[in-house]
């Protein structure tokens, strides 16, 4: 797959993003056809959920490194380089395993702050084996940008990663 083979994808209403989803997830399918690196891919799904999805400034991995996360492959400005589990909306995923949907990250106890522009924030747990892999993290400057269709649609795609990718 080429950049410019990807289409433009129109979430303007509830049932234009559930198709967009379901576009971009066999994007993500034609992306990692014959490549197992975890590396490579992390990469590339950074840069397909950066450039696909409107209205984002960040998107990208944190590494579950000895209970800490840890800076991994992202598309957006320079961020925080570790990030304990007991702080920010990446930390509750990590401790919890559970997709945060945050509306307004200023409301949420211990915000990190790693780029003040970002409003909204929308955080998957990295899953691989039964183990805490890390964490996928996407962040918005527009407030309340994320619902539950992106959290189905993103971690619908996040599988498609983690299926084709070695971890070993």
């Known amino acids: 797959m080429h950049a410019d083979d990807l289409t433009a994808l129109d979430m303007s209403t509830p049932d234009k993003k559930r198709s967009a989803y379901q576009?971009?997830?066999m994007q993500a399918e034609a992306l990692?056809?014959?490549e197992r690196d975890w590396l490579a891919n992390a990469?590339?799904?950074s840069a397909l959920i950066g450039q696909q999805l409107p209205d984002l400034n960040w998107a990208g991995f944190y590494l579950n490194k000895?209970?800490?996360l840890v800076l991994g492959p992202f598309q957006g400005k320079v961020a925080c380089v570790r990030i304990p589990f007991d702080k920010g909306v990446c930390g509750a995923c990590a401790r919890s395993r559970e997709i945060q949907v945050i509306e307004d990250v200023h409301q949420f106890p211990g915000h990190i702050a790693?780029?003040?522009?970002?409003?909204?924030?929308?955080?998957l747990p990295v899953m691989v084996n039964?183990?805490?892999?890390g964490v996928f993290d996407i962040d918005s400057p527009r407030h309340g940008r994320f619902d539950q269709i992106d959290a189905e649609g993103v971690n619908r795609c996040l599988d498609v990663f983690i299926r084709a990718s070695?971890?070993?």
């Open 66 to 68: 000895a209970g800490e």
């Open 32 to 34: 990692f056809a014959g």
């Open 114 to 123: 790693c780029d003040g522009a970002s409003n909204a924030e929308l955080v």
């Open 130 to 133: 039964g183990e805490l892999w």
């Open 43 to 45: 990469s590339q799904f």
């Open 23 to 25: 576009e971009l997830l």
């Open 166 to 168: 070695d971890f070993s």
